[in-house]
């Protein structure tokens, strides 16, 4: 009993942190092959007709706004249907690897969420008590519920989705009454971060 969980308590914390050690990792990577590939040989041709104290960094702001610039870009171009196919078969085709398709899928669902489409699927961060009466959980506004779930609870809900912490890619769809549901004037980015630092992330103030 005690080997099986530990076994579950083991893989359940390398799902929750992985996805997290491959995003940084990536990153890094990312950098790396910029700095590299781009920055360096850049700086070289360009200390080759100036040469004056504060040009490495004049150097690297210019190739971090056209980095910006060019991933603007290209999300730019996702928005046209043709490149949006060609995106989605690229997508099904690495989803197809078993152990590298989770991670990606993992990581795609958090950076959607956070910045992404998740500011489409979540309408905004709401309080609802869970799992008891006078208990409150973080949850994300989704949708309201179809005629035939309203028809049968003889009420008028709306759809939650009730993130774990601190890995929001899971979680549970709770139906609640609208009158239960305490809306809070905080943005989606700021409620996942939330989520994501277990509660120790300061949010902006409103008042």
């Not at 799902?15 to 070289?44: G, M, Q, S």
């Not at 060019?70 to 078993?98: C, D, Q, W």
Request: charged share 15%; with cysteine.
């Amino acid at each position: 009993m005690v080997f099986k969980n530990l076994r579950k308590y083991f893989l359940t914390g390398i799902a929750t942190i992985l996805p997290l050690v491959i995003t940084v990792w990536i990153l890094r990577w990312l950098f790396t092959v910029v700095d590299n590939v781009l920055l360096k040989p850049f700086i070289a041709f360009v200390k080759i007709y100036l040469e004056y104290p504060g040009i490495e960094w004049l150097a690297r702001v210019f190739l971090l706004v056209l980095f910006i610039f060019i991933v603007s870009f290209l999300g730019f171009l996702i928005s046209f249907l043709f490149f949006r196919k060609m995106l989605a078969g690229l997508e099904n085709l690495f989803l197809k690897f078993p152990f590298i398709g989770k991670i990606y899928k993992s990581i795609k669902q958090v950076s959607s969420a956070i910045v992404g489409e998740g500011k489409n699927v979540f309408k905004e961060v709401v309080l609802v008590e869970y799992p008891a009466n006078g208990r409150f959980c973080i949850g994300f506004l989704t949708a309201e519920a179809e005629h035939i779930i309203n028809q049968a609870s003889s009420n008028d809900l709306v759809a939650i989705f009730i993130p774990t912490t601190p890995n929001p890619t899971s979680g549970m769809l709770v139906y609640y009454p609208k009158e239960a549901v305490k809306h809070l004037d905080i943005s989606v980015e700021e409620g996942m971060r939330i989520v994501i630092s277990a509660g120790t992330a300061t949010v902006a103030s409103y008042d």
